[in-house]
């Protein structure tokens, strides 16, 4: 898989060596992005081991990563790197395209709205 998009806000300083999920995954874990998170159904955002949950205006996308498959188009994601309002730093993990879930899409969305009107991102 390849890096296909420029981030939002470049937090690492060798994003040229980013070019897997898993080599992603990994830096974000060693900056701090422990946290596992998901989108439930009625939008909003939990993590995976916890009972926190977040709306999106608690929200912030700080960084975001997208990979295409060499050959199917079924095997494009997109790592989001996010930070809540009560300063938890994790990631969120989708699939890119037509196999994106809704759910999540939606409360991406929804987000980055927020972040529009607020002026954009973290410097």
Not at 45 to 66: C, W
Not at 85 to 95: E, F, M, P, Q, Y
């Amino acid at each position: 898989m390849k890096k296909s998009a420029t981030p939002k806000a470049n937090t690492d300083s060798d994003a040229s060596a980013m070019n897997s999920l898993s080599a992603c995954l990994t830096k974000a874990i060693g900056n701090g992005f422990t946290v596992n998170f998901k989108v439930s159904r009625d939008g909003r955002l939990h993590m995976e081991s916890g009972t926190e949950s977040y709306a999106p205006d608690q929200v912030q996308i700080v960084n975001f990563y997208r990979f295409e498959g060499e050959s199917d188009p079924a095997d494009n994601s997109i790592l989001y790197l996010i930070e809540t309002s009560g300063n938890v730093k994790g990631t969120l993990i989708d699939a890119y395209g037509p196999y994106a879930q809704e759910h999540i899409s939606q409360f991406i969305k929804q987000v980055e709205e927020i972040q529009k009107q607020e002026g954009g991102s973290k410097p």
